[in-house]
Every structure is written in structure tokens, then in C-alpha cells.
């Protein structure tokens, strides 16, 4: 069985400050996908990042930097200089090559940046 | 282009009442699941439908059911509501290749009373 767990409930950072927020997934398949999604008070899940099971290479984008271990089964997405804007709940999300497009997700992390 | 739309954003219905929520997803995607969000539960996966055909289902009673239409639009209806019932329900859509991103509308918020 899938299972995604973001043991971080609740995170509260001063702006400008970088924050971690970890992921950590167990699955019995050698194919999945991960994922990263963003929920404003809005309500709206934000996709953030799609990364395979076979790519373990990091990403950067702007603010936002992902890595992603398979050796520790970990997801970790990390915001640099953070900002007020990104207030939010944020979400990790495990799908397996055989589940099609059932995302299962953890039960998410809140951060609140305060100025 | 437009997101995925939903309606109503809003409902309150009453217990053993039933509940048809819609879902327009992007134009192009034929692809539409939908989530149950609780704050004890968390983000549940419901049901998939792809080409009108349900592909995959979580592990929900049968009064969930849902549909989807020629043209991609999705209805998922609940049958004799439940307070539990009670929750943000999210659509989301996606695109023809598997595993892709979701993208999510901004769900329709259902109180039972």
C-alpha cells in the first residue's frame, strides 16, 4: 500500500527566512510520481512540481528547490527567502504507474510566514 | 484557457437529502477525478473517469457515484447525505498522458445539516 507523510503539521517562519518542508512516501512500486501541490485560502490546490521515480535530479525553480531521495524515500521541498505570499498549506502527493491519475496525499503541511 | 470550474461553489443540504455537484474540466483534457477534503481525513481520492468511463475508485460507500459526459463534464452525486458527508469536494483535471499533473478547481464546499 501507498502512503505519503508530512510529519510537519504546522510551520511558522519569519519572512526571509528558508523552510523545509518534508515528505516522506513508502511504496512497493519501482514506477511512481510525486508531487507537490499548493493550497491558498482560496481553496484551490496549486500544482507546484511532477518528479518520476527515475529521476532523482534536483530541481530549482526561482524561490523553489526540491530533493528528492529515493535512499531515504523522501521528497523534500525547500523555500528560500521566504515570502508572505507563500502562506499556504502545501501538500505532497505519491501516484503509482498503476493507479493512473489517483493522487494519494499526505496531510499537509501549514506555513505561515509572518512579516 | 480556461481552469477547471465548478459548481456550486457552495451548498447546505440535510441529512438523507442528495447532492449533484458538476465539474467542467480544461478544455482538451478528458480526464476528471474528484477528492474529498475533511479535516480529519484529509484529501481523499473518490473516483476517476476518463472518456465517460470510470477507471478508478477509491474506497468510498456506493451512495458516492459520479459520471462524465461526452463533452469531459463530470457530476459526482451523493445519496442520502450524512453530517460526515460535510467537506470541500475537489475536481480535478488532467491530461491524456498517465500520471500527469492535476490541475484542480476551486471545489464546491458542501455543509449537511
Known amino acids: 500500500a501507498q502512503k505519503v507523510t508530512q510529519a510537519q503539521t504546522e510551520i511558522s517562519v519569519v519572512e526571509k527566512e528558508d523552510v523545509t518542508l518534508d515528505c516522506v512516501y513508502e511504496?512497493?512500486?519501482?514506477?511512481?510520481?510525486l508531487f507537490w501541490y499548493k493550497q491558498p485560502p482560496s481553496g484551490e490546490l496549486v500544482f507546484l512540481i511532477r518528479r518520476n521515480s527515475f529521476d532523482e535530479q534536483n530541481e530549482i525553480s526561482g524561490r523553489y528547490s526540491w530533493n528528492f531521495q529515493k535512499s531515504t524515500s523522501s521528497f523534500n521541498f525547500t523555500i528560500t527567502a521566504s515570502q508572505v505570499v507563500d502562506s499556504a498549506v502545501y501538500f505532497c502527493a505519491l501516484s503509482e504507474a498503476n493507479s493512473g491519475y489517483a493522487l494519494n496525499f499526505g496531510k499537509g503541511t501549514s506555513l505561515l510566514v509572518t512579516p | 484557457k480556461a481552469g477547471v470550474t465548478q459548481t456550486p461553489r457552495y451548498l447546505i443540504k440535510t441529512r438523507g437529502q442528495q447532492v449533484t455537484l458538476s465539474c467542467s474540466p480544461i478544455s482538451g483534457h478528458r480526464s476528471v477525478s474528484w477528492y474529498q477534503q475533511t479535516p480529519g481525513q484529509g484529501l481523499q481520492f473518490l473516483f476517476e473517469?476518463?472518456?465517460?468511463?470510470?477507471?478508478n475508485k477509491g474506497n468510498f460507500p456506493g451512495r458516492f457515484s459520479g459520471r462524465q459526459f461526452s463533452n469531459s463534464r463530470s457530476e459526482m452525486n451523493v445519496s442520502t447525505l450524512e453530517l460526515g458527508d460535510s467537506a470541500l469536494y475537489l475536481c480535478?483535471?488532467?491530461?491524456?498522458?498517465?500520471?500527469?499533473?492535476?490541475?484542480f478547481g476551486q471545489g464546491t464546499r458542501l455543509t449537511v445539516v
Open positions: 480535478a483535471s488532467s491530461s491524456n498522458v498517465v500520471n500527469t499533473e492535476a490541475f
Open positions: 511504496t512497493r512500486d519501482t514506477t511512481y510520481y
Open positions: 473517469y476518463f472518456s465517460e468511463t470510470q477507471r
